[in-house]
């Protein structure tokens, strides 16, 4: 079972760009890693998967290097809106056991004005 | 419309009840999910369900039980509610088991007194 862990929180301001990285070294080889947003009183929301290198989609990149141990979510020139907690998932597209699918506790991403 | 709709959005009860939550999606997927949220943030997954085939998570006490009555719903239920059920429950669905992209409901607070 992987394991991840990302930072509690981080702060940032408005117009940056903000990288947040999940560590996940026992990742298996059809372990996907996924990343989810989260806003107060909301279910989670999906943001962006990947296996390998990178991937982009029109909210965000996610960086994975070659050993696949970690993954960083980049978020681009983020505004106030952006404020939610992050999760990072790892497990394989099929799963055969729910206990594979654990989300953990996230990251509290704050964007100040 | 709401693709993932849950039943009620809040929820108080005393302890050594039992109580139902309710969950339809829209979307025609083939995977629903129950996942509980506790007061620190922590998302873990509790059962899915696929083409009559029940995935649990082995740390969740036999007290709860998802119902199917058809593909759109996955219900629970939880017996004898203690305090420790206090949280949010969230109920996903996704076009396949595992780690596809899920949606997810707004959420139920279960506030067991």
């Known amino acids: 079972l992987a394991k991840t862990t990302q930072p509690i929180s981080m702060d940032s301001y408005e117009g940056q760009e903000v990288n947040i990285t999940c560590s996940h070294n026992?990742?298996?080889?059809?372990?996907?890693i996924t990343w989810y947003q989260q806003f107060p009183s909301q279910g989670p929301r999906f943001i962006i998967q990947g296996y390998k290198t990178k991937v982009t989609n029109e909210v965000a990149s996610l960086f994975i290097p070659a050993d696949r141990k970690s993954s960083t979510l980049s978020l681009p020139r983020v505004s106030l809106s952006d404020t939610a907690v992050y999760y990072c998932l790892v497990g394989p597209l099929s799963s055969g056991s729910a206990r594979q699918l654990t989300f953990g506790s996230g990251t509290q991403l704050t964007v100040l004005p | 419309d709401t693709a993932v709709s849950q039943t009620p959005k809040y929820l108080v009860t005393q302890m050594g009840n039992d109580k139902s939550i309710k969950c339809e999606q829209n979307l025609g997927h083939d995977t629903m999910y129950w996942y509980k949220q506790d007061s620190k943030k922590f998302l873990k997954i509790m059962f899915s369900y696929n083409n009559k085939e029940l995935i649990i998570n082995e740390t969740v006490p036999n007290r709860f039980s998802p119902k199917s009555p058809d593909k759109a719903h996955l219900n629970l239920h939880i017996n004898s509610l203690e305090l420790g059920d206090s949280a949010v429950y969230f109920c996903?669905?996704?076009?396949?088991?595992?780690?596809?992209?899920?949606?997810f409901g707004p959420g139920t607070r279960l506030t067991v007194t």
């Open positions: 996903a669905s996704s076009r396949e088991n595992g780690g596809y992209e899920q949606y």
């Open positions: 026992n990742i298996a080889t059809n372990d996907y």
